[in-house]
């Protein structure tokens, strides 16, 4: 996790990859 | 529209939570995006100007900007009346709630956030400053735990603002 977040790159992707995440349990419990 | 009228005050506690959100998310991304990955390229002769002059002063705007930010929040989702049903992401709420479970899942993102900033950033940032004293070992896990947390906030923003958008465009 320390090497992704010391990556600027990793850490925007990882936001991303979270965004999606959030995206779909706001939907599921919709 | 009378100066007392509740829809009023409601659009400008919004319009305020905006601002201050822009003033603490735009410094977040100041110190990921640009001053962390220039530090290393700037002469260390010139560092000392960074951290003792532009990084106090960054991180006044910073953490006061989380404060506010979270402030006007909490009171704009209690005069709108979802700030409960936001809390419990909308589960238990009468249907459909994605609206409360969208900015629910974004105040909550946020609040972590603004918790990072002033339990875990600052104090270890006014180490790195030298406003707190501390051994050279504490300095460097301080720069290390602050630099770590921070670039947490950066990618907890992707999804928060997600939200918010999402929440507020979402009727």
New interface residues.
Partial sequence: MEKLLNSLPGTIIAGFVLTVVVAVIIHALA | MELSDFNWWTQFIRWAHIISAIMWIGHLWYF??TQT?TMPKIPAELRPAVVRFILPEALFWFRWGAMFTLGFGLILAYMNGYILDAIK???GSPS???KA??IG?GMWLGTIMWFNVWFIIWPNQQKVMGTVSATPDEVNAARRMAG?TS??N??????ML??MV?AGHYY
Avoid at chain 2, 154 to 159: A, H, V
């Fill in positions: 990921n995006f990955p992401l909308g589960i459909p709630h994605t479970t969208a899942i770590l670039r947490v950066t990618m907890l923003s992707i999804p997600y939200c999402f």
